[in-house]
């Protein structure tokens, strides 16, 4: 992998920003509650914690047979900046290289039950697919759709990105009743007598509950006025990490994510009531990681996944919870 350093100029802000930033103080304060290790490690040691270090320096450190649900988002194979970094694009065959020399070394930490989720786009999935085949049974293609940034003259507008669902065995965990979708009935059949077939009423609509496909078009890439938003440039939505936690793993499971970025991954798992673990090189995202969690202590909800249900794009949801609710939650989610 190609590291190049790199400084990140202060920005200026526009009134009714929600991005996430931090403080002097809250660098300070969140700094502390970052892990270094320089040996192997037992899992109480790294359960719940953000390792600022190099992925790469430590993989052979990490405990064996401790993740039941991997989240892997490298960096694509594409030229970009990572906080005091830059990822350079090299051949599709060196990425493919690149790529299997560590994640064979990262599988020792799967459990034999373990799932893994792989992010890439149009550049690296090819070359991650040839990898991930060599090692692991590959269950699905996701297809989401990242709906942002401009338009292209010469050529497709960019706007999909691909997730590669493998396991590690034929025994694996898939709750999809966890991960169905509420979507509004376009043509809503009733029976002779006038009931809804296979849809409800309700008093905002007409809605039925349908079954996870492979082609995700309801996330929201976090943008800056949205409460989860960083300044990280490739920060994956907490949707999206809800829909793959819930589905990948049961309450009580470890969560590991190796590319942290600004922690999304450990935040979401935390939320649903999953241990966590991530590695990342940056102190900035480290530290946001840190603060997004300290948040996550008050705050468990997720933008778009609200009752047990994902709502389709944009949709309204119920925010408002009893007392009898709120303390049910804490006692699921530990706060």
């Not at 300290?294 to 949709?315: K, P």
Request: proline fraction near 5%; include cysteine.
């Amino acid at each position: 992998m190609r590291w190049f350093a790199i400084k990140t100029p202060g920005k200026i802000r526009a009134p009714g920003n929600r991005t996430i930033t931090l403080s002097a103080d809250e660098i300070k304060l969140y700094r502390k509650r970052l892990l270094k290790i320089s040996g192997e490690v037992a899992v109480k040691e790294i359960e719940n914690r953000t390792l600022h270090q190099d992925i790469f320096a430590i993989l052979d450190w990490l405990p064996a047979s401790f993740v039941d649900l991997l989240f892997i988002d490298p960096p694509y194979n594409l030229t970009k900046s990572f906080g005091s970094k830059i990822f350079r694009e090299i051949s599709m065959d060196g990425y493919a290289e690149w790529f299997e020399s560590w994640f064979s070394k990262l599988l020792t930490t799967l459990k034999p039950t373990a799932s893994v989720y792989i992010c890439g786009d149009w550049r690296s999935s090819a070359a991650l697919h040839s990898v991930a085949d060599k090692y692991l049974r590959i269950r699905n293609r996701i297809t989401w759709e990242r709906e942002k940034g401009r338009g292209a003259k010469n050529n497709w507008k960019n706007c999909s990105e691909d997730i590669w669902f493998c396991t590690a065995s034929d025994d694996y965990t898939f709750n999809v009743e966890a991960v169905k979708l509420r979507r509004k009935v376009i043509a809503p059949y009733t029976d002779s007598e006038g009931a809804p077939k296979d849809w409800r009423r309700t008093a905002d609509g007409d809605y039925r509950l349908t079954f996870p496909s492979n082609v995700w078009t309801d996330l929201a890439v976090p943008f800056w006025s949205m409460p989860e938003n960083t300044d990280h440039p490739t920060q994956k939505p907490e949707k999206l990490l809800a829909k793959i936690i819930l589905a990948g793993s049961n309450p009580g499971d470890m969560v590991f994510d190796p590319f942290l970025g600004a922690g999304t991954a450990s935040v979401v798992a935390k939320k649903l009531g999953r241990k966590y673990a991530g590695v990342e090189v940056d102190e900035t995202y480290c530290c946001l990681t840190e603060k997004r969690l300290a948040m996550a202590e008050h705050d468990i909800t997720i933008q778009g996944y609200a009752d047990g249900v994902f709502r389709e794009r944009n949709s309204p949801q119920n925010r408002r919870r009893s007392r009898k609710s709120k303390a049910a939650l804490r006692s699921i989610f530990w706060i």
